[in-house]
Nanobody, 117 residues
Framework: QVQLVESGGGLVQAGGSLRLSCAVSGSIFSIVTMGWFRQAPGKQREWVATITGGGITTYANSVRGRFTISRDNAKNMVYLQMNSLKFEDTAVYFC???????????WGQGTQVTVSS
């Protein structure tokens, strides 16, 4: 059973930085694509960034140049470094574990990020 646990959220002023972490267990992590998603109040969950098992990264236009996704396969961890945070980045952030259908089959419980303006 795959389990994901996010951490690192919090309250930060606009322009600040946070680093989110996602610990993954129960899988052959190194070959799996992982992603970060977020959901703001009253909105649908949206994709933020993806990293393949080989380290290829892609980003949503809204975060490109400010956020960096990375992974440590030895530790079964995926990270999201968030810089130059904006009020509109406020959301619950989730990490997702991609299955064979090229979409997340497993989710963590989420971590709240609140950016004050």
């Amino acid at each position: 059973q795959v389990q994901l646990v996010e951490s690192g959220g919090g309250l930060v002023q606009a322009g600040g930085s946070l680093r989110l972490s996602c610990a993954v267990s129960g899988s052959i992590f190194s070959i799996v694509t992982m992603g970060w998603f977020r959901q703001a109040p009253g909105k649908q969950r949206e994709w933020v960034a993806t990293i393949t098992g080989g380290g290829i990264t892609t980003y949503a236009n809204s975060v490109r140049g400010r956020f960096t996704i990375s992974r440590d396969n030895a530790k079964n961890m995926v990270y999201l470094q968030m810089n130059s945070l904006k009020f509109e980045d406020t959301a619950v952030y989730f990490c997702g574990y991609y299955g064979p259908r090229h979409r997340p089959d497993y989710w963590g419980q989420g971590t709240q990020v609140t950016v004050s303006s």
